[in-house]
């Protein structure tokens, strides 16, 4: 008879830990949503605007984009982008009133997809440069990914611009 | 074996309620792990916008379970397009909240049909008043406010309700002020900007952030302030000593009567300014966590050093019942006040819907 409960214990214990566990694991087939930016590094000049894209989203599902300001207060942009057909969808974040009150700094900033109750999805990184400071205090993706100070492209099209003349 | 066997089952009752959700985890903080989320009524970077910004920094400090919190602008309509949404459809489960401004106060007190909320329906977590408004002209078009003769001097507003309002079509009606008005903007921020651009010449704010910065540029004079009303006079703010309040401005022609006091019914909503609010009917139990939190945040050195470094060196905090009580009173003007205001806002172009 103990034996008999001893077994039934056993089995109860083996019951309740596996229950307890959550499953973590995704369907072999699903694919895994993605969120990536276009440029991944760009001036924080009041033109700016940041392609933002996703793949592997429920069709129609709703995205929420987040990301940590220079205060490091979780900010959703306005407008949440809805997921086509294919489960993709793509966002233009134009970070005009974000540069202009220094809402986004320089820095690598985690750019964040998330569901309508803000459950992050996926995550990707974006580097803003501050291009007002001076260049010898510009990290060195910054100058590494091609970006360079307004001035210096307003010579260089100057530069264009004479050679144009003289052909 | 008996021993063993006696063992081995306390050892397997043990396992079993080591493996069971214990009662400890049931009774964790309701926000644990959990998302607030503040909407703001107004453009990205404005006051609102970096008030909500502001409070989101400290709230999860002091909300048992330390919940996150994400800012959301939905900018448009004066703060009418964002009430409406989270008026008729705002879930009461203690993880939303909106941060709201006297804007919308302004568009329900004068029955502007595009307000289809209640503000004091709400469930109301508290205010943050910044003081008072002041009315910025740029330097060089201050000539141009007094000569009638003049091209008009150019005001930006948003639904031409703000509080500021007042002190441009008072001082129109009753100083012969040279102005003409361009609605439609989305927020001071966006009001600033067009400033910049040079689009307008006048505008008005309570952000002392905007106004020093401005002085700082030297492209704008302060004419005028509300002033902050205490024992029946309207005392000038202690960070613009040197402004002069509307009442001074307008010396002996201060009307008396209906206009005086329609003029006092539209300044009543810059009492309550910033204000937090949850859906209606939220529950008192997440009410009296968010409060509770919103009032020690409003004590905390470092939030008090952030508010003076961002929006105004002076500011007043009010939690819950206050905020509420505070706008029932702003919210209830005789309606003769509210028609001479509207009648003010049709004779000089503003647009003033017709009453619901």
Same mark, same amino acid.
């Given at each position: 008879?103990?034996?008999?409960?001893?077994?039934?214990?056993?089995?109860?214990?083996?019951?309740?830990?596996?229950?307890?566990?959550?499953?973590?694991?995704?369907?072999?087939?699903?694919?895994?949503?993605?969120?990536?930016?276009?440029?991944?590094?760009?001036?924080?000049?009041?033109?700016?605007?940041?392609?933002?894209?996703?793949?592997?989203?429920?069709?129609?599902?709703?995205?929420?984009?987040? /990301?940590? %300001?220079?205060?490091?207060? #979780?900010?959703?942009? *306005? $407008?949440? &982008?809805? @997921?086509?057909?294919?489960?993709?969808?793509?966002?233009?974040?134009?970070?005009?009133?974000?540069?202009?009150?220094?809402?986004?700094?320089?820095?690598?900033?985690?750019?964040?997809?998330?569901?309508?109750?803000?459950?992050?999805?996926?995550?990707?990184?974006?580097? /803003?440069? %501050?291009?007002?400071?001076? #260049?010898?205090?510009? *990290? $060195?993706? &910054?100058? @590494?990914?091609?970006?360079?100070?307004?001035?210096?492209?307003?010579?260089?099209?100057?530069?264009?611009?004479?050679?144009?003349?003289?052909? | 074996?008996?021993?063993?066997?006696?063992?081995?089952?306390?050892?397997?009752?043990?396992?079993?309620?080591?493996?069971?959700?214990?009662?400890?985890?049931?009774?964790?903080?309701?926000?644990?792990?959990?998302?607030?989320?503040?909407?703001?009524?107004?453009?990205?970077?404005?006051?609102?916008?970096?008030?909500?910004?502001?409070?989101?920094?400290?709230?999860?400090?002091?909300?048992?379970?330390?919940?996150?919190?994400?800012?959301?602008?939905?900018?448009?309509?004066?703060?009418?397009?964002?009430?409406?949404?989270?008026?008729?459809?705002?879930?009461?489960?203690?993880?939303?909240?909106?941060?709201?401004?006297?804007?919308?106060?302004?568009?329900?007190?004068?029955?502007?049909?595009?307000?289809?909320?209640?503000?004091?329906?709400?469930?109301?977590?508290?205010?943050?008043?910044?003081?008072?408004?002041?009315?910025?002209?740029?330097?060089?078009?201050?000539?141009?406010?007094?000569?009638?003769?003049?091209?008009?001097?150019?005001?930006?507003?948003?639904?031409?309700?703000?509080?500021?309002?007042?002190?441009?079509?008072?001082?129109?009606?009753?100083?012969?002020?040279?102005?003409?008005?361009?609605?439609?903007?989305?927020?001071?921020?966006?009001?600033?900007?067009?400033?910049?651009?040079?689009?307008?010449?006048?505008?008005?704010?309570?952000?002392?952030?905007?106004?020093?910065?401005?002085?700082?540029?030297?492209?704008?004079?302060?004419?005028?302030?509300?002033?902050?009303?205490?024992?029946?006079?309207?005392?000038?703010?202690?960070?613009?000593?040197?402004?002069?309040?509307?009442?001074?401005?307008?010396?002996?022609?201060?009307?008396?009567?209906?206009?005086?006091?329609?003029?006092?019914?539209?300044?009543?909503?810059?009492?309550?300014?910033?204000?937090?609010?949850?859906?209606?009917?939220?529950?008192?139990?997440?009410?009296?966590?968010?409060?509770?939190?919103?009032?020690?945040?409003?004590?905390?050195?470092?939030?008090?050093?952030?508010?003076?470094?961002?929006?105004?060196?002076?500011?007043?905090?009010?939690?819950?019942?206050?905020?509420?009580?505070?706008?029932?009173?702003?919210?209830?003007?005789?309606?003769?006040?509210?028609?001479?205001?509207?009648?003010?806002?049709?004779?000089?172009?503003?647009?003033?819907?017709?009453?619901?």
């Amino acid at each position: 008879m103990k034996k008999m409960s001893l077994i039934a214990l056993v089995g109860l214990v083996f019951y309740l830990s596996t229950s307890l566990i959550p499953v973590y694991a995704a369907p072999a087939a699903a694919v895994r949503p993605t969120i990536s930016v276009s440029p991944s590094v760009i001036a924080l000049e009041k033109n700016a605007k940041l392609v933002i894209m996703g793949s592997g989203y429920r069709p129609g599902q709703e995205v929420l984009i987040l /990301f940590h %300001d220079a205060l490091g207060v #979780l900010t959703a942009l *306005p $407008d949440a &982008a809805v @997921a086509n057909d294919r489960g993709s969808w793509a966002a233009v974040w134009d970070m005009a009133d974000y540069v202009g009150r220094k809402i986004v700094t320089d820095g690598v900033y985690a750019i964040m997809s998330a569901d309508a109750k803000y459950n992050v999805i996926a995550t990707t990184t974006a580097g /803003f440069v %501050d291009v007002s400071k001076d #260049l010898k205090d510009w *990290p $060195d993706w &910054a100058t @590494a990914a091609g970006i360079k100070k307004p001035e210096a492209k307003q010579t260089e099209g100057k530069q264009k611009e004479g050679k144009k003349k003289k052909e | 074996m008996k021993k063993c066997g006696g063992s081995l089952l306390l050892f397997l009752l043990f396992m079993v309620f080591w493996w069971a959700p214990s009662p400890g985890h049931a009774a964790a903080p309701f926000y644990q792990g959990k998302t607030i989320e503040i909407l703001g009524e107004s453009r990205v970077g404005g006051g609102t916008d970096t008030m909500a910004r502001i409070i989101a920094t400290f709230l999860p400090k002091y909300i048992p379970g330390n919940p996150s919190i994400v800012v959301r602008a939905m900018p448009g309509g004066a703060g009418a397009i964002a009430n409406n949404i989270f008026y008729a459809k705002g879930k009461p489960d203690g993880l939303h909240l909106m941060m709201n401004s006297s804007s919308p106060i302004s568009l329900q007190l004068r029955s502007r049909d595009i307000a289809k909320y209640d503000l004091t329906k709400y469930s109301h977590v508290g205010h943050i008043n910044r003081g008072t408004n002041l009315l910025l002209v740029r330097k060089d078009a201050l000539k141009r406010l007094t000569d009638p003769k003049a091209e008009p001097v150019v005001c930006g507003t948003k639904e031409g309700e703000e509080t500021w309002m007042a002190m441009g079509l008072w001082g129109r009606e009753f100083l012969g002020w040279n102005i003409r008005w361009i609605p439609g903007y989305s927020g001071t921020s966006d009001i600033e900007m067009a400033f910049q651009r040079r689009e307008i010449d006048m505008f008005g704010t309570t952000n002392a952030f905007i106004i020093k910065r401005l002085q700082e540029e030297g492209s704008i004079t302060p004419i005028s302030q509300g002033g902050i009303y205490k024992n029946g006079k309207f005392i000038r703010r202690k960070d613009f000593p040197d402004v002069p309040t509307f009442v001074e401005v307008l010396g002996k022609k201060k009307p008396t009567g209906l206009p005086w006091q329609a003029y006092m019914a539209w300044v009543g909503a810059g009492d309550v300014d910033k204000f937090l609010v949850a859906p209606r009917n939220t529950p008192k139990q997440y009410m009296s966590i968010l409060t509770s939190a919103l009032e020690k945040v409003s004590k905390d050195p470092k939030f008090d050093e952030m508010v003076k470094r961002m929006v105004s060196e002076i500011y007043d905090v009010g939690i819950g019942e206050e905020t509420t009580n505070l706008l029932k009173e702003v919210l209830t003007v005789p309606p003769e006040a509210l028609d001479y205001g509207r009648n003010l806002q049709t004779k000089f172009g503003l647009i003033a819907d017709k009453k619901k």
